[in-house]
């Protein structure tokens, strides 16, 4: 058989693999598209890029996507996997009181959001544009909400929450403060380090949502504002 062939050859099985879902294929398209969105901040990847990126065609890339949209659905189901997402949540629920399942929120939301907020730009994009995806976001806002008031039904049953706080509205508050949003104007917009954000948050939420007395961070917060030498 002539290298022609060969090359013929390797090409259409390599199509009829992929026409099969080859999963390893798939994953390698999510790594780079995964990849590029945090490389460009989050703004729009187009998918040339993504498949040039991956190694493969344009039609490899449709054969495992239907669009878009189904793609960036699927790179953030690989980066909550990636990022161990399951295994917060789980930690979270395993919390022993409310006040370290509330630390342990503010900690992780430090440590993850600079790598969610990327990918989190580039789905409201697609929210506009598939029903889908919007109501994907609309289920995961959902699920963090209800993250939020398990939190603050724990603090509820150690008696820890504020006695003059209704539940409904502890939650309200945790998931506001909480927010991506948030983050974003504090740490992006005003620059605060992510220790900064961390110290100050869970300082702010135990003032506001218990009647635990919050840690003085003033002086730790000003030696770390304070110009180096």
Known sequence: MSSTRT???ARLDSVSSLKRGDPATRQRICEAALRLIVKRAGVD???ADVARAARVSRQALYLHFKDRAALFLAVAQHADDKRGLPEAIRRLQQAPTGLDALRYMAATRATLNSEIWPLARILDSVRREDPAAAIT???RRVARLGACRMIVDQLARDGSLRADLEPTIAADLLWALTSLRTW????LVRGWTAAQYEERLVSTLLRMLTNTAAPDTSSVSKRRDAPQA
Request: hydrophobic share 40%; no cysteine.
């Open 137 to 139: 976001l609309q289920n």
């Open 45 to 47: 990847i187009p998918l």
């Open 184 to 187: 974003e104007d504090l740490v």
């Open 7 to 9: 090359h013929r050859k």
